[in-house]
Nanobody, 123 residues
Framework: QVQLVESGGGLVQAGGSLRLSCAAS????????MGWFRQAPGKDREFVAS????????YYADSVKGRFTISRDNAQNSVYLQMNSLKPEDTAIYYC????????????????WGQGTQVTVSS
């Protein structure tokens, strides 16, 4: 069991940037692949990005490729999502997720979730 807490959400103008953070409890953070999902108003939960246990492999949804970057710092038990060139369609609640086995979370329901942080992009 790992507990996840997201932070860094907020309201920004289109074209702006935000950096989301996810802090994990416990001493076994490096055993988990990490990911970000989002859920926009009236839409289903959507995969955004994920990263392998060591950070050697990353995966992105086509909608964010080239704009978002996922990274992790195992020494700090944290995973990050740098979001640049934000668009109004990026508006959603962003959830941090962890899974002990699967690095590519595109088709995965991860085993652990954070509480979410709101990202709102205005036009």
């Amino acid at each position: 069991q790992v507990q996840l807490v997201e932070s860094g959400g907020g309201l920004v103008q289109a074209g702006g940037s935000l950096r989301l953070s996810c802090a994990a409890s416990g001493r076994t953070f490096s055993r988990y692949a990490m990911g970000w999902f989002r859920q926009a108003p009236g839409k289903d939960r959507e995969f955004v990005a994920s990263i392998s246990r060591t950070g050697d492999s990353t995966y992105y949804a086509d909608s964010v490729k080239g704009r978002f970057t996922i990274s992790r710092d195992n020494a700090q038990n944290s995973v990050y999502l740098q979001m640049n060139s934000l668009k109004p369609e990026d508006t959603a609640i962003y959830y941090c997720a962890a899974d002990p086995r699967f690095s590519n979370m595109r088709f995965l329901t991860p085993g652990h979730w954070g509480q979410g942080t709101q990202v709102t992009v205005s036009s």
